[in-house]
C-alpha cells in the first residue's frame, strides 16, 4: 500500500459512514412521515364515513316521515334501538340518540359512538299538522369574534318564522359521546363549552369548524352536525300525500 492509499482509506471510511447515517435518518424520517400521514389519513376517512352514516340517516329519517306521517322519537335507550314508547312531553323528552333500530340504519359514528337526535315534539306525532304546527331547533356558530350567530332557526320560533324539525350529530373522535356498548366517555377537555353545550342539548345546537385550539371561543370542537329544514320535509311528505 502506498502512503496516499493509506492516507485516503480513513477518509473513504468516514465518507461511507456518513452516507450511511444521512441514509438512516432519512429512512427514520421517512418513517415518520408515513406514519403521521397515515394517522391523518385513517382519521379523513373515518370523518368521511361518519358524514356517510349522517347523511344516510337523514334520508332515513325523511322515509320515515313519508311512511308514517310524522319523525321517530329517539331511542328507547343506549343499548335499545327502537322509538320510545311514550309521546315526547317537551324538548328535553324528545332529545337522545338516533332510533336507529327503528329506522334500519347504522346508529353508530366511525369512532364507535352513538349518534345523538333530537326532535321537535309536534314532529314526532301524527298526524302533523302543518298549519300550526312548530318546528322549534336551531342551530348556532361563532362568528369572526366568537359571538353566536344563528345557522338555522332564530330566537322565536311561529309559524310565521320556523326553526328546524330535526338535529343530529355525531359527538367525533375526542371527548364527550356514549359507546354502542352504553358507556359513556368521559370529557377530558377543559373549557370545550360548545362541546358541552351539544352534550346537554334539547333544543339549541352549535356548529363549527373542528379545532384542536383550546383558545379559541367555545374550546376545543370536533361534533359534526345535519338537519332537516322544515321546507324538505314538508316537501317530502306533500309529495306522498301524507301531510294534512
Not at 328535553?92 to 353508530?108: E, I, K, R, Y
Not at 320560533?157 to 364527550?176: I, N, R
Request: glycine share 8%; proline share 5%.
Amino acid at each position: 500500500m502506498t502512503p496516499r492509499q493509506a492516507h485516503w482509506r480513513p477518509h473513504r471510511q468516514r465518507g461511507a459512514a456518513l452516507l450511511l447515517l444521512v441514509a438512516v435518518l432519512g429512512l427514520g424520517t421517512a418513517s415518520l412521515l408515513i406514519s403521521a400521514f397515515g394517522r391523518q389519513s385513517g382519521e379523513a376517512e373515518r370523518q368521511q364515513r361518519t358524514l356517510a352514516t349522517l347523511a344516510q340517516a337523514r334520508e332515513a329519517l325523511l322515509g320515515f316521515a313519508v311512511t308514517q306521517g310524522r319523525l321517530p322519537r329517539p331511542a328507547a335507550s343506549a343499548l335499545d334501538g327502537r322509538e320510545r314508547a311514550a309521546d315526547c312531553a317537551d324538548a328535553a323528552a324528545c332529545s337522545g340518540f338516533l332510533p336507529w333500530v327503528a329506522l334500519g340504519v347504522d346508529g353508530v359514528d366511525a369512532w364507535g359512538k352513538l349518534l345523538r337526535y333530537s326532535v321537535t315534539p309536534e314532529m314526532a306525532r301524527a298526524p302533523i299538522v302543518s298549519f300550526s304546527a312548530v318546528a322549534d331547533r336551531v342551530v348556532l356558530t361563532r362568528d369572526g369574534r366568537g359571538d353566536y350567530a344563528y345557522v338555522a332557526g332564530q330566537d322565536q320560533c311561529d309559524v310565521s318564522a320556523q326553526c328546524l324539525p330535526v338535529v343530529l350529530f355525531s359527538q367525533g373522535k375526542e371527548h364527550y359521546g356514549t359507546a354502542a356498548s352504553g358507556v359513556t366517555q368521559i370529557n377530558t377537555a377543559r373549557g370545550n363549552l360548545d362541546e358541552a353545550t351539544n352534550d346537554r342539548a334539547s333544543r339549541s345546537f352549535i356548529a363549527r369548524p373542528a379545532t384542536d385550539n383550546a383558545a379559541l371561543p367555545g374550546g376545543t370542537f370536533d361534533d359534526m352536525l345535519t338537519w332537516i329544514t322544515l321546507p324538505t320535509l314538508y316537501q317530502r311528505m306533500r309529495a306522498a300525500r301524507n301531510l294534512p
